[in-house]
């Protein structure tokens, strides 16, 4: 019997990780007819079905199961070995991936990032927007970017943003038909912009403290977004007032297109870290962009 190639159980991975074939072919570059022949041709060799297909999904059979399960762990082996080797070139050279919000990428990787991309032109940077706690470990990212208090103590976390605050804004457009708040409770009375989570498909609850103790509030509005961006561009049109970090609207305190409100309710916390799993080798061209990211305090 003719063995599996190393590229047919490629594709094998690719279709599992990506739920169905369609975005198994985006992944590998090929068409979907080239990915479903790829299957087909794999059960053939090895005699027995591997994945069940439907109209809406595809999931593994117990044959399945047990080759991924060894599978799987060999892939990413060779894959980590491949990088390492990579990084004995002479220059740091390789794909680096990095998932964090949209914020994290405008305001701290981008600006760091930049020299990186003119010093190390064979060093690829993939930047991922993502609001959710990606698992960056199943997704297969090098790294994550997430605010200090949420990342998992089996992490490495290196801090790249100096500490943050929230605060509360509005347009004066906003402010001249409606009764400034005093008090966090007073939002309950007032048109709020809210944030959709992308993990459980919940609104952000906005967050305050008090004499060191926080608290949130659960906020109403006409308006949802998943975008902090798109939340911006409302609270300056005035359509109602938005919770958002300050370094994202600091420019528009400073020219008066927005005005803050609440400030004494809002204290500093532990602003964005870099994460990526203790065990991972580390490449040159990680080592490189971990070191660009660095925040010295």
């Known amino acids: 019997m003719a063995k599996p190639s190393y590229d047919d159980l490629s594709v094998f991975l690719a279709v599992d990780r990506e739920g169905n074939f369609t975005r198994a072919a985006a992944k590998l570059g090929v068409s979907p007819s080239a990915v479903s022949q790829t299957i087909r041709g794999l059960e053939e060799q090895l005699g027995v079905r591997l994945l069940t297909r439907s109209t809406r ?9 047990k080759l991924l399960a060894r599978l799987a762990p060999m892939y990413d082996e ?14 740091p050279a390789g794909t680096v991936r990095i998932t ?26 993939e930047l991922m927007t993502d ?9 297969r990212f090098d790294a994550g970017v997430r605010l200090g208090e949420l990342i998992a103590s089996d992490m490495i976390a290196v801090p790249i943003a100096p500490e943050m605050r929230m605060t ?16 966090p409770h007073d939002l309950t009375r007032h048109i709020c912009i809210n944030l959709r989570l992308p993990t459980h498909g919940g609104l952000f ?15 109403e509005g006409q308006l949802v977004f998943n975008s902090v961006g798109q939340i911006l561009q409302a609270t300056l049109d005035g359509y109602g007032l938005a919770q958002m970090p300050l370094c994202q609207v600091e420019p528009h305190l400073q020219n008066g297109t927005l005005v803050e409100v ?3 309710w809002s204290e500093p916390f532990a602003g964005y870290h870099l994460y990526y799993p203790s065990r991972r080798q580390q490449t040159a061209a990680f080592r490189v962009v971990v070191e660009a990211l660095r925040h010295h305090f």
């Not at 060779?78 to 220059?91: G, H, I, N, P």
């Not at 609001?131 to 997704?139: C, M, N, P, S």
């Open 57 to 65: 999904s595809v999931t593994r059979t117990e044959a399945g199961d």
């Open 168 to 183: 509360v804004v509005a347009a004066p457009r906003y402010l001249d038909t409606h009764q400034k708040p005093t008090r």
């Open 100 to 125: 964090a919000d949209e914020i994290a990428i405008e305001q701290v990787l981008w600006p760091k990032l930049k020299k990186v991309l003119d010093d190390y032109p064979e060093i690829t940077v």
């Open 131 to 139: 609001y959710g706690l990606t698992d960056i470990v199943a997704e």
């Open 78 to 91: 060779m894959d980590m070995l491949l990088a390492e080797v990579s990084s004995l070139r002479e220059k």
């Open 205 to 219: 609850a906005w967050e305050f403290s008090e004499n060191g103790q926080e608290f949130r509030i659960r906020v």
């Open 262 to 264: 609440l400030q004494d």
